[in-house]
């Protein structure tokens, strides 16, 4: 899936973004945030995490790392290792550089990182590694359902 898929997922579901088309890369949370213009640390990261094998979305800002402890705590697992590349595109129907933080093929129980609270609004990739969409931290945590938690150091 790509851009057109996650924008007729957010018409489908009532979500009224607006997709931000870059003729540059931003497939990492730096090109991004450098194809913006923003800091970095309002790039939202959207990583998938198995926790004793069972997937998880993890929302993370993109100044911060994720800390697999914290999550392992939170997420109440033994173990926790980031997604390789093929499982990311099995879970979430999307390439790593464009997974959006909804929109899924499945619904992936989320984590986000409270850090991103610094800000009123973020951006977050919109399906693809050249398209990504502000959204307003308090509508993130709504659209995602997600759980708000201290899962990332430096
Ligand atoms: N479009 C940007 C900003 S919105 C984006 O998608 N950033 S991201 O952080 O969500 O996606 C890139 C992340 O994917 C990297 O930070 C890295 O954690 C992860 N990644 C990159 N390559 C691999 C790989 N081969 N296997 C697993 N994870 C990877």
Known sequence: MGAEQFTQYCKDNGLDISVVELDKSTRTAQLAAEAIGTELGSIVKSLVFLADG???????????????????????????????????????????????????????????????????TVYAAAGSPRAVFPIAYDVLLQVTAGQVADVTGD
């Open 54 to 120: 069972k997937p998880a979305l993890v929302l993370v800002a993109g100044d911060r790392r994720a800390d697999t402890r914290k999550l392992a705590q939170v997420l109440e697992a033994k173990k926790v290792k980031m997604a390789d590349a093929d499982t990311v595109r099995a879970e979430t129907g999307f390439a790593i550089g464009g997974v959006p933080p909804v929109g899924h093929h499945t619904r992936l129980p989320t984590i986000i990182d409270r850090s991103l609270s610094r800000f009123e």
